[in-house]
Structure formats: structure tokens, C-alpha cells
């Protein structure tokens, strides 16, 4: 008997967080197989339901002819229960960004982004509801955390990003599914054993997984520096963007709180350890506020600390999020910026701002719909 069956104790007097039925995606090879043959079927089955589920993306049983109707129901009932409920689609960028807001179980809602360029297709995904970190500039911090995603969560709104980017609907670009960022809501660090499990799921070669490229998919973090080290280890050499958005621990600790647990000189160290590792070149994020983090001086502080370093800088222009004075840098400034740091040897893009007319940064899309 659990507590929540004990007289007089009912759920609503003891909350439980919604969880999420366990699903296909939840599992990794063994399980899955271990699953099959419990349900008295042969371990075969497994790799059929896999090969529908990573190899076409597709779960729906109903159609799934190598399966008979009974057990198409029972895998559809039991193994792939419906997590993510689209309630909102933009789409912008002429149709090349389309954003979609899922409701979770529980009623928890997060975003993702598919983008589409002349030579990749993205999806943004989002790895936790809400954010615990809270950047003052970040849609998504301002919300607190929810909760974690599951695994499946994260894999779902791959999948759904697959059909789309398959579907025909990016003339112009790669006809599927390129380049994962997990740059969505969360703080995907802050979700270890469900990003990994999720990467695996990714990078598996089908029908295990979906069997893309580790060069390919980017973890954004804040630097949670004993995960960066332990993910490293993981032997899967994903790309790497650490969010430091300022060169100085002063002004770091105000943008991104939790640099007063990991500081500047620590997680670049970290960052180092990860490409020493991986052999794999970090990004270095830095969203550019106007008179905040603009400042020549800090630009060449920047370019200080970064030159030398297996990494390059990406500047985001800020996205002003709803409530907030802070504002993007003025172009000319942004120049200047650019300019000071490459002066330094350090590699510098800025980044596009697609989806701005549809919310497009973090979180800002679902925090509206939350209000
Ligand atoms: N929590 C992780 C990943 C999600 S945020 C992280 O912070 O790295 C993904 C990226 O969007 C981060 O680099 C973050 O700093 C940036 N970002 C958040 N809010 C933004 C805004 N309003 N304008 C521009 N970039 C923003
Ligand atoms: Fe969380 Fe990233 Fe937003 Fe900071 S920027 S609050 S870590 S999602």
C-alpha cells in the first residue's frame, strides 16, 4: 500500500506532481525488449515497434500492418501514450520558423522550433517546464521551474520535429531534420539523466534511436560545471554552448545567477575540459543588452579570456522579453563589439534572431500563454 492509499490520505490533500505514463521513448533497448517479452511477445517485436517509432516516425500502431489489431492496441494503449497536445502553432520567416507550444501531462507548457536554412533544418527543444536558474533577460527564468521534462518529453518534440521538417514543408532546405539545440525552455543540465538518456535516443543508430550526428546536436548550458565534466565522459561528443554573457564574475552573477556557485574562470575550464575531451570546438553565448554587457571595455575583456581557447563566440541580439527594460545593443555598437573581439583572434558570429515577430527566444511564446 502506498501512503497515497492510506485512509483518510487522498491525492488532493497530498499533491503529487502529474508524471507523465511511461513510454517507448522512456526506455532503451533492453528495456524495451524486456518490456515485449513480459507482455508474453517475442523480443522481435521490439525492433518493429522501433524501427516504426525511430525509423519513420511514427506512432500511430493503428496503421502498423506487421502488427495484429489487437496488439496494435495494446502497444498504442500501454507503450506510446499520447505526452505532448499541440495548443499553438506560429509560423514566420515566410513559413521557414514554425513554433509549436505542447501542453504536458499535468498541464505544464513548453516550446519548441523548427528552422529551416538553406542547408540544415533545426529544432529547438526545450528540456525542462519553466527554468530554476532565473537570468533576469530570459522569458523562461522569470517562470520558475515547473518541472523536468522526461526523456520521451524531450524525444517526442524530436520526433514531432522530424515529421515536420520531412513533411515538405521547408521548400528550399534539406528535406529532414538536421541539427538539434537544446536552447529551448530549461536548463537541459539541470536535467542530466534525461538529456542523456534523450541523446541516446538521438544518436542511436536505428532502429535503436534515430541516428543522427553527435557534430550535429548542441547542449546549451549555464555551466553546470561537475555535469559538463561528467557529460564529457558520456562518450557522445555533442557540441557544447556555454551561456556566459559576461567576461567578469560582477556583472556575470547579476545575468546569470548561478555564476556565483560556478564562476567565469571555472566554467570556461570546464568548457576546455569538454573540448579536451571531445575534441569537439565549444560555442561561447553571449546575448548582447544595451549599456548592460555592450561596453567596449567589456568586449575586449571578452576577447582576453576567449583568445587561445578551442571556441567561438556567438552574439545573440537581446530579445526584449515582455516587462523588461533591457533592450539589444544598437547596431553600431554591436559592431563595434564584434569588431573588438576579433581583433583578439577570437572566431565571432552573430547569431540570426529568427522567430522575433513570434516571440521567438526562449520560452517567450508558452510564459505568454501562460498569463
Ligand atoms: N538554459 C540554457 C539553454 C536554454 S536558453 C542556457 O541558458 O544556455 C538558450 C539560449 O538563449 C541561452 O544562450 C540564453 O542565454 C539565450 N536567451 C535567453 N533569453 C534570451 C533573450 N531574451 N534574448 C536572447 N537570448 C536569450
Ligand atoms: Fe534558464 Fe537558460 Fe533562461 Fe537562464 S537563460 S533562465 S538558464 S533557460
Redesign the pocket.
Known amino acids: 500500500m502506498t501512503d497515497l492509499e492510506l485512509p483518510g490520505i487522498t491525492s488532493s490533500s497530498r499533491p503529487r506532481a502529474a508524471r507523465p505514463p511511461r513510454h517507448w521513448a522512456d526506455l532503451d533497448g533492453a528495456q524495451r525488449r524486456d518490456e515485449v517479452v513480459g507482455s508474453g511477445l517475442p523480443a522481435f517485436r521490439a525492433d518493429q515497434i522501433s524501427r516504426r517509432y525511430f525509423g519513420q516516425d511514427d506512432a500511430e500502431p493503428d496503421a502498423w500492418s506487421e502488427l495484429s489489431v489487437p496488439l496494435r492496441r495494446d502497444v498504442g494503449d500501454r507503450l506510446l501514450p499520447p505526452l505532448l497536445t499541440e495548443v499553438a502553432a506560429q509560423s514566420c520567416d515566410g513559413g521557414d520558423t514554425v513554433k509549436s507550444v505542447w501542453r504536458l501531462t499535468g498541464g505544464a507548457l513548453v516550446e519548441s522550433v523548427v528552422m529551416a536554412y538553406p542547408k540544415r533544418v533545426t529544432a529547438c527543444v526545450s528540456s525542462q517546464a519553466g527554468?530554476g536558474?532565473g537570468?533576469p533577460?530570459?522569458?523562461t527564468g522569470q517562470q520558475g521551474l515547473t518541472r523536468n521534462l522526461t526523456t520521451a518529453e524531450i524525444v517526442e518534440q524530436v520526433r514531432m520535429a522530424r515529421r515536420l521538417a520531412s513533411s515538405g514543408a521547408f521548400a528550399g532546405s534539406p528535406d529532414h531534420l538536421t541539427n538539434i539545440v537544446?536552447?529551448?525552455m530549461?536548463?537541459?543540465l539541470a536535467n542530466y539523466r534525461a538529456l542523456v538518456a534523450a541523446l541516446h535516443r538521438i544518436l542511436d543508430p536505428q532502429p535503436l534511436g534515430f541516428g543522427m550526428s553527435a557534430r550535429n546536436i548542441t547542449v546549451?548550458?549555464?555551466g553546470l560545471v561537475p555535469r559538463m565534466l561528467q557529460l564529457a565522459e558520456e562518450g557522445m561528443p555533442v557540441t557544447l554552448?556555454l551561456?556566459l554573457?559576461a567576461p567578469d564574475d560582477e556583472l556575470r552573477d547579476t545575468l546569470v545567477p548561478i555564476n556565483h556557485r560556478w564562476p567565469v574562470t571555472e566554467v570556461l575550464a570546464a568548457a576546455d575540459a569538454y573540448a579536451a575531451s571531445t575534441g569537439r570546438r565549444y560555442s561561447v553565448?553571449y546575448?548582447l543588452i544595451r549599456d548592460i554587457n555592450d561596453q567596449p571595455d567589456r568586449a575586449r575583456e571578452l576577447g582576453r579570456i576567449l583568445s587561445g581557447r578551442l571556441t567561438h563566440l556567438n552574439l545573440?541580439p537581446?530579445?526584449p522579453?515582455p516587462g523588461s527594460p533591457w533592450t539589444a545593443a544598437d547596431p553600431d555598437v554591436q559592431e563595434e563589439f564584434v569588431h573588438l573581439v576579433r581583433e583578439q583572434g577570437v572566431a565571432v558570429t552573430v547569431r540570426d534572431t529568427r522567430g522575433r515577430e513570434i516571440d521567438g527566444?526562449?520560452g517567450q511564446l508558452a510564459a505568454a500563454l501562460e498569463d
Open positions: 527554468c536558474i537570468c533577460f530570459c522569458a537544446f536552447m529551448g530549461g536548463e537541459p546549451s548550458t549555464v554552448a551561456s554573457h553565448e546575448a545573440i537581446l530579445n522579453t527566444a526562449c
